[in-house]
């Protein structure tokens, strides 16, 4: 009688991964999707799939560095207090930083805006072998510059190439870039931390409680969250104009950090298993060469062991 044949590894995370995948096909409301759930799991369950997921990406991300043939880039994106901080700490606990680094994208620098809005990003792509996780994005040049015009003067554009059209423009510009991206061995992971208002404002008050909290909030942060409804509506325009097959968004709820951590975490070893990355294998060359190296160490044991 034959056994069934064992679930991959993507399978297995498929629950946690198909529904909050948009990969432009069909439409997109953000409103249809829940920022409290969970999955059918407890926190106990989440940690215990939290734990199995970090120590499948560490085995994997040994063998993306050794292969040395793909890259694996990470964005993040989400409001304030989404828990993007937080995820990339609990997630990428005990992997190698050798081959992994995080880009924090703050307000441009005049040096920057002396080039196009990609050029700072495309200066923090991670080598191949390596993973990059961008702590906001590319993404912000159609979020934040959207919702503050004032910024886009700012970018020194000429006058005449800054009409209607320029976030469809700028759209197709990101779409273009990703593809590109995808079609030179980057794999383009896109999370959305989809929290809900009453949520941050928790977390907020949680911040101003905890003196070792306190020095992340603003009152700018204030001033942003009194423009929630033009950033949800900017965000989804983002979500329906981006995703794409090579480069689909992934729409986390956030409401709960643990099940957040369970679906990014899902998203990334289950992307890593379809590289089917394995350690490179010596040539004939460098196996004559081994039996050398080993006869040389053989012979110097026996040389130590004389005296």
Not at 139 to 161: D, F, G, N, Q, W
Request: hydrophobic share 35%; charged share 35%; net charge positive.
């Amino acid at each position: 009688m034959s056994k069934k044949p064992s679930k991959s590894l993507a399978q297995e995370l498929d629950r946690y991964i198909t529904p909050f995948r948009y990969d432009g096909s069909g439409k997109f409301h953000l409103k249809a999707h829940k920022t409290d759930a969970k999955g059918d799991l407890d926190k106990e369950e989440a940690e215990e799939i939290l734990e199995a997921n970090k120590k499948r990406l560490a085995e994997f991300q040994e063998k993306l560095y050794a292969q040395d043939r793909w890259s694996l880039l990470i964005v993040l994106q989400g409001m304030d207090a989404g828990g993007k901080d937080s995820a990339i700490k609990a997630i990428f606990e005990g992997i190698n930083p050798q081959g992994c680094e995080v880009h924090a994208f703050k307000q441009p620098s005049s040096k920057e805006l002396d080039h196009d809005f990609l050029w700072r990003h495309v200066l923090a792509l991670p080598e191949r072998g390596h993973i990059g996780i961008f702590n906001r994005s590319h993404y912000e040049e159609c979020l934040v510059t959207r919702v503050h015009p004032e910024i886009l003067s700012k970018e020194k554009l000429p006058e005449k190439l800054v009409t209607k059209n320029i976030w469809k423009e700028r759209f197709e510009d990101i779409s273009a870039f990703e593809r590109y991206l995808a079609r030179n061995g980057t794999v383009v992971l896109k999370f959305f931390l989809n929290l809900s208002k009453e949520e941050q404002r928790a977390r907020f008050l949680g911040r101003l409680e905890d003196p070792s909290k306190q020095w992340k909030f603003s009152l700018d942060d204030i001033k942003e969250r009194a423009l929630w409804p033009r950033y949800q509506a900017v965000y989804q325009d983002i979500v329906r104009h981006t995703a794409t097959p090579h480069a689909p968004w992934y729409v986390v709820p956030a409401d709960h950090k643990w099940f957040a951590r369970v679906v990014i975490g899902s998203v990334i070893v289950a992307a890593l298993e379809r590289l089917d990355l394995r350690f490179p294998r010596a040539d004939k060359a460098s196996l004559g060469e081994f039996k050398e190296v080993r006869k040389a160490l053989e012979q110097e044991g026996k040389a130590s062991g004389k005296r």
